[in-house]
């Protein structure tokens, strides 16, 4: 059973760092493009950012650029979300999702709360 489990959320203060992690099992990792999304109280759905399956190459929105990397490691079946400088508006749930073709599967989400 196809399943992406994220971790790594937690509160921070405004200037901090956290590292989120999305764990999938239950399909081939490395042939799906991987993407960041993320959720605030009362908002729609944004999408974060993406990284490829084939080269690896990554897209943000222009909220995150500059701040946030994505990377994946095929090996460990994860793709991770490096946050930096965070501010309180990153405050969300956040969820990933893989992709191939129409196939798509989603993660619970997990939470951060950019706080002092």
């Known amino acids: 059973q196809a399943q992406l489990v994220e971790s790594g959320g937690g509160l921070v203060q405004p200037g901090g760092s956290l590292r989120l992690s999305c764990a999938a099992s239950?399909?081939?990792?490395?042939?799906?493009?991987m993407y960041w999304y993320r959720q605030a109280p009362a908002k729609e759905r944004e999408l974060v950012g993406s990284?490829?399956?084939?080269?690896?190459?990554?897209n943000y929105a222009d909220s995150v650029k500059g701040r946030f990397i994505i990377s994946r490691d095929n090996a460990k079946n994860t793709v991770y979300l490096q946050m930096n400088s965070l501010k309180p508006e990153d405050t969300a749930v956040y969820y990933c999702?893989?992709?191939?073709?129409?196939?798509?599967?989603w993660g619970r989400g997990t939470q951060v709360t950019v706080s002092s």
């Open positions: 999702r893989g992709q191939f073709a129409k196939i798509n599967y």
């Open positions: 239950g399909f081939t990792f490395s042939s799906y493009a």
């Open positions: 990284i490829t399956s084939t080269d690896g190459s990554t």
